[in-house]
């Protein structure tokens, strides 16, 4: 008969580790927790160029409105006012992505003999971003009127008017839409 001596090695313990299914399961946790942090990063990026983008047409929009004021309004042979032009997707200067767009109505007639009557001129700043049009918009009063200095810059340098991309009639904003009498 034989006897049990217990053995000078230390007793087995229980098997330690991870099972296939455990490391698949954890790789996967994993994966989407990385998926779910790029997309954060995608969007913050996103979010940044198109800040960007309309801090740059809020500074456009400064010169535009300058510009508009100044050459929005064509002089005939005489030095006479003539009605403002239409501007469509005119390129905006020194801001190559950006274009601009500009449309007077009539707003008011003038207060008083001598003085110019009053213009509302829309102004949009467009760009395309992600694929997609964008636009700045923004309203302003202005006489409808070429100042002298202004006059003086174009006969002295040969400035022109905004180049008009139409010449719509200029629409009195007072008298509201039309409506058919049926």
Excluded: C
């Amino acid at each position: 008969m034989k006897l049990l001596v217990p053995s000078k090695r230390a007793p087995r313990a229980p098997r330690a580790g991870l099972t296939i299914l455990e490391v698949v399961l954890a790789m996967g946790i994993l994966a989407m927790g990385m998926a779910a942090i790029i997309s954060i990063f995608t969007s913050a990026a996103a979010l940044g160029v198109s800040a960007r983008q309309r801090a740059e047409a809020a500074a456009a929009l400064e010169y535009v409105v300058a510009d508009v004021s100044e050459r929005l309004f064509p002089l005939d042979e005489d030095g006479n006012v003539l009605e403002p032009v239409r501007v469509d997707r005119a390129p905006v200067p020194g801001f190559e992505r950006l274009s601009f767009s500009a449309n007077a109505q009539l707003a008011a007639q003038p207060p008083g003999p001598g003085l110019p009557p009053l213009y509302r001129v829309d102004i949009t700043i467009h760009w395309s971003e992600q694929g997609r049009d964008r636009g700045l918009e923004h309203s302003t009063l202005l006489p409808g009127a070429v100042s002298l200095s202004e006059r003086l810059r174009r006969d002295l340098y040969g400035i022109e008017p905004i180049e008009a991309t139409s010449k719509a009639p200029v629409a009195d904003a007072s008298e509201g839409p039309e409506t058919n009498g049926s």
